[in-house]
Nanobody, 121 residues
């Protein structure tokens, strides 16, 4: 499966952005989808994931209550709605696909190219 992330940009603190991740090349709804981010000089970290089975989601504590994940299987797309953004949310955001539900970077074999989110104070 090929993944294409989009929607990043520059936003002021307290603002919102919605990232999209479009899939192609394989049946989208067989994969669990995850979002990760990597800030300059830091390791890639888990942001959230959504199940292929029932659409249940799990979000990292750092974004809980501010970010929402959803998916539209008819459009082969997963979304990350980001509200109440903070400067510490600045990072390159990646979407990824996995055959099973998990939050570990190493367990996601398929990755998009990343989209930059910059939050100014």
């Amino acid at each position: 499966v090929q993944l294409q992330a989009s929607g990043g940009g520059l936003v002021q603190a307290g603002g919102s952005l919605r990232l999209s991740c479009a899939a192609s090349g394989h049946t989208f709804n067989i994969y669990h989808m995850g979002w990760f981010r990597q800030a300059p000089g830091k390791e890639r970290e888990f942001v959230g994931r959504i199940s292929r089975d029932d659409g249940s989601t799990y979000l990292a504590d750092s974004v809980q209550g501010r970010f929402t994940i959803s998916r539209d299987n008819a459009k082969d797309t997963v979304y990350l709605q980001m509200d109440s953004l903070k400067p510490e949310d600045t990072a390159v955001y990646f979407c990824a696909a996995s055959d099973y539900v998990n939050i570990m970077t190493r367990n996601y074999p398929y990755w998009g190219q990343g989209t930059l989110v910059t939050v100014s104070s």
